[in-house]
C-alpha cells in the first residue's frame, strides 16, 4: 500500500478531496453522496417541491448552472408531473457567450430537458457589446444583471414555472452578504433572504447555496460537466472581487468562515424581512413585468420610460 495515500474517513477508499471545515477526507462515492445530501437538505428546508411543478433553471452553461441542472434532473428527472426547463440567455458578448450556450445545449439535450435560448438582441434591441462601450451610470455587470434577471423571469412565466433554480453557491451568497452589509443595503438583505411568493416572480431557489464553489468544481469534473469558460470582459466588479478574495484567504485561515456567514445571516434574515417587510410588487406600465414602482428597472436602464413619456 502506498504509505502516502489519505483514506475516506467513511470507507477504506483513497480520498479525492479533505473538507477543511469539516474535518473530513472523502472518497468520490461520499464526496458525491456528500454534496447531494446537503443540496436535498436545502431544498426541502426552504423550496419544498410540490407536485405537478415546471422547474425553470436558469442555465449559462458554466459549472454552477449546468450542476444545478444535474442534480435537479437526477432528483426530478424521472418523476412525470414534474418538468424542468432550461433557460439560457445571450446577452450579445461576442468571444464568451457562445460556447457557454453551446454547452448549455450540449447538456440539456444529453438529459432529455427542454431548453429555451433568448437573446438581448431580440428582446431588447441591444446586446451588451454595444451597452458596454457607451457611457453608463452603472456598471456593465448591473445591466446585464437586471436585463437577464427581468428576461429569464418572463420567459419562466410563459412556460407556467412555479419555481426558477440558479446556481450560486456558498462562496457566491457569503460575498453577497458581505458585500450588502458592506454597502449598508438592507433592501438587498432582505431580497437575499430565502424567498417568498410574490405575484408576477417566479420564484427563486438556490439548490447550490451550502455547497463550496470548489466543491461544485470537483463535482462537475467528476460527473464531466461543463467547467467554465475564459471570463466575461465585462467583469470588473472591483469590490465582489476583493471580498472573494478576502473570504478565500479567511476561509484558509478559520475554515468554516463562509458557512458561518451564510448560517448567521439565515438566522437573522426573518427579523430582517419583519422590520422591513418587502414592497408589495406592481406592473411595469411599460412592459409589464413585475416591479416595485410604476417603471421596472429594466425599462429604465434601457431608457425606454424617456421615450415613453414623448
Ligand atoms: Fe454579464 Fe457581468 Fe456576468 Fe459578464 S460578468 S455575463 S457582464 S453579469
Redesign the pocket.
Known amino acids: 500500500m502506498d504509505s502516502k495515500t489519505i483514506k475516506c474517513n467513511k470507507c477504506n477508499n483513497d480520498a479525492i478531496i479533505f473538507q477543511k471545515y469539516s474535518g473530513m477526507h472523502l472518497c468520490r462515492k461520499h464526496f458525491i453522496e456528500d454534496v447531494e445530501r446537503k443540496i436535498k437538505l436545502t431544498i426541502r428546508k426552504h423550496y419544498s417541491i410540490k407536485r405537478n411543478e415546471v422547474i425553470a433553471i436558469g442555465l449559462?452553461g458554466g459549472k454552477d448552472s449546468s450542476t444545478t441542472l444535474y442534480i435537479l434532473h437526477k432528483l426530478f428527472g424521472k418523476r412525470p408531473d414534474i418538468e424542468l426547463v432550461g433557460i439560457s440567455i445571450d446577452?450579445g458578448?461576442a468571444g464568451?457567450?457562445p460556447d457557454t450556450i453551446e454547452s448549455a445545449r450540449e447538456l440539456t439535450s444529453k438529459l432529455g430537458v427542454r431548453h429555451i435560448v433568448r437573446s438581448f438582441r431580440d428582446e431588447y434591441d441591444t446586446t451588451?457589446d454595444k451597452i458596454?462601450p457607451q457611457k453608463r451610470e452603472k456598471g456593465?455587470?448591473s445591466?446585464?444583471?437586471v436585463l437577464?434577471k427581468s428576461l429569464i423571469n418572463k420567459i419562466a412565466l410563459e412556460v407556467g414555472a412555479t419555481k426558477l433554480a440558479i446556481g450560486h453557491n456558498l462562496d457566491d451568497e457569503a460575498q453577497t452578504i458581505l458585500l450588502n452589509h458592506l454597502k449598508g443595503d438592507v433592501s438587498r438583505m432582505v431580497r437575499l433572504a430565502p424567498p417568498k411568493e410574490l405575484e408576477g416572480l417566479v420564484l427563486r431557489m438556490k439548490p447550490l447555496r451550502h455547497i463550496p464553489e470548489k466543491e461544485i468544481a470537483l463535482y462537475a469534473y467528476l460527473h464531466d460537466l461543463p467547467l467554465g469558460f475564459g471570463?466575461?470582459?465585462?467583469?470588473h466588479?472591483a469590490m465582489r472581487k476583493e471580498i472573494r478574495a478576502m473570504l478565500n484567504e479567511f476561509e484558509v485561515k478559520h475554515p468554516g468562515t463562509k458557512y458561518a456567514l451564510l448560517s448567521g445571516f439565515d438566522k437573522v434574515s426573518g427579523i430582517l424581512g419583519r422590520e422591513y417587510p418587502q414592497e408589495g410588487l406592481q406592473k411595469c406600465i411599460i412592459c409589464g413585468q413585475a416591479c416595485t414602482e410604476n417603471v421596472c428597472q429594466a425599462c429604465k436602464l434601457l431608457k425606454r420610460d424617456q421615450s415613453y413619456n414623448k
Open positions: 449559462s446577452e458578448i464568451y457567450r451588451m458596454a456593465a455587470c445591466y446585464c444583471g437577464r471570463g466575461c470582459p465585462y467583469a466588479e
